[in-house]
């Protein structure tokens, strides 16, 4: 299918575990173009011209430790503001401590704590999970989300009344 | 193709302008014998016609649409009609078949038109012996002195008696529409307990292990829940029922080809079997209450129910044909439990009893749109659904059909139908090539648009064309309705035909053109099928 205009932003300071992020999420890039940045100040900036642009972030990624500014008070800042409030948000990990932990659950509603080393498979299932919570929150028409999202969840939305064309 | 206007794409776009041309277009043009009020209907429909095709607004905002225009252009309290009066004056008595008359009363062509009922006029051919300034003497055999003659052959009340305007908003509480509603609310009340889910899997069980025969039971199971819920929630719901089957097959197995479309088809054509099964029906029903005739719910079963099966019996064998299964067996994850709770007993047995009032009333003699208000009213007393799951309903759907039947009501009243189908003589062409092009015309405009937008297109005129007698005595007028509702429905070549052939494509099991293979057989098929039904099983069946 063609992309939607619902981004996935990824931001890592080091190069190839960014690298490694970005490849294992490749799957979904087709329907989800993906971002990257490499620090906050950039992160930040990134998404304001995708919001500008007239995009939608849908999931963000993002390490802790970062130069700068670090990971939860990116995520923090973020949820603060309206417009980035909805994107899914999912915080990458080798070392934060519990009281970082603990202040991205509450104040950043943080969806997902993703510990390094991850697998593949745990960040795919992770992703999807939580974009499929997107399009349920934000998309009028979640058809074209069916085939590489959660379809059975979709579907459920349909069964129970999400709208659709009519007959 | 985005155009950077408002945000519509180019189609929308042209749709909109396109609509707004047609609304002014029949004043712009000659329309011969067509009335003021059929002009001003004329306009609505072009305008209709073209936002329904075009979509620059929802169908059911344009269907809201409709009956604003008809309230504020087309009824009798309308700022066209409020003030108006028809003139008229009775002819002078001048003896020997003799009479004076107002010389503006005369047409062209020396007839003059005569008032003989609210909306009706009479064309009576004169012959003028004397014009003196305002009057005229003329002589005719047919005038009468009670024959009010109309001065101003022109006016905007000839041949049109406007009706109240709830004439046209009415239409939200047509019997039909409630009839829907009581289907809606068991529907809405089956997907909040889980029901159609839990019979789903109980339905599958009897059908065993064997491929063919699991298709057949979604096959059945599908068209079994879709005639009494929308067919977009049935086909959303067997779809979380075949994604674990599918994941069992080998990714080259074209088998699942076969399952991902039967149940598009099966939804599609199991709308067909009872009255709300799907909208098209409702317009059909509703089109033919307009004429005064009554059909009961298993009158309507028993006309639709058998080519719905012959029609999936057919399905379950061309997909076996185009895509065998390779695997032998395979097994059902058919887990799950019957809610139990007191408030889904309570949905099983009134959902029970309006089932079995709908396909009683021979006995009773209680209308199925009467009955269906036990499950509106009972339901929400006794707490099974709340206020939020009534505001849930499909309220869309409802506004939708009764901007339908309201065009329905205005294209007979202001003699639109009529004339839009005069001029051609139907009668010759016979039986089998009329039903044959309804059915073909139907079909294909369906493949293209909403299956309720076709059938509100088409049936007005189709009733018009009865009503004219053009079409010769063979005819029943159930026919002719049923013809067009059941074509709707067996429109599915396209993901665009409907909602659930949207859902099973995106699912990205099944390619477009498998869709458009099997979809194209299905259709033509379901033509000949409807041929051979006019001829030999409705006219016996059908008063």
Known sequence: ?167 | MKADFLGLTFAQLSGLLLGIFGLVLPFLLPLGTLSFAGQLGLGILLLAAAFWIFEPIPIFATSMLVIFLQVFLLSAQSPVFSEAELPVTEPVDMSHSSWQIPASALKDDQTILVSVGPGETKSIHVSITERNGQHAIVKSDELRADHPVITQPNHRLVNYDPSSYTAFTGTLAHGIIILFLGGFMLAGASVKYNLDKNLTRYLLAPFGSKPRFILLGIILVTAVLSAFMSNTATAAMMVTVIIPIIAQLDPKDQFKYGLALAIPIAANIGGIATPIGTPPNAIAIGALQGQGIDITFTEWMIVAVPIVLIMLFISWVLLQFFFPPKIDRFKLQLDGKLNLEPKAIGLYIIFAATVILWITEEFHGIPSNMIAFIPVATLVAGGILTKEDVKKIPWDVLWLMAGGLSLGVSMQATGLAAWLIGGVDWASLGYVALILSFALVAVAMSNFLSNTVTATLIMPLVIGLYLSGTMGDNFSLIIVGVVIAVSCSLAMALPISTPPNAIAMSTGFIRTKDMAKVGLTVGFIGIIMILIMSIAYWPFVTP
């Not at chain 1, 130069?67 to 948000?89: C, F, Q, R, S």
């Not at chain 1, 510990?115 to 997107?134: C, G, H, Q, R």
Request: negative net charge.
């Open chain 1, 1 to 167: 299918m063609e992309s939607s205009d619902i981004y996935i932003i990824c931001i890592e300071d080091e190069a190839e575990v960014l690298d490694a992020v970005v490849r294992d999420l490749e799957k979904l890039e087709a329907t989800f173009p993906i971002d990257t940045a490499t620090s906050a100040e950039e992160g930040r900036d990134l998404v304001n011209k995708l919001l500008d642009d007239g995009k939608k972030i849908g999931l963000i990624v993002c390490d802790h430790i970062l130069p700068g500014d670090n990971g939860v008070e990116l995520l923090i800042e973020l949820h603060k503001d309206e417009k980035t409030m909805p994107a899914k948000k999912v915080l990458l990990t080798g070392q934060a401590g519990l009281d970082d932990t603990v202040k991205a659950l509450n104040e950043a509603k943080l969806h997902h704590y993703i510990a390094k080393p991850w697998s593949k498979e745990e960040l795919n299932e992770v992703a999807v999970n939580l974009l499929t919570d997107f399009v349920l929150e934000n998309e009028p028409n979640v058809l074209p989300f069916m085939n590489v999202l959660d379809a059975e969840r979709l579907s459920e939305a349909i069964r129970s009344g999400k709208t659709l064309s009519n007959e």
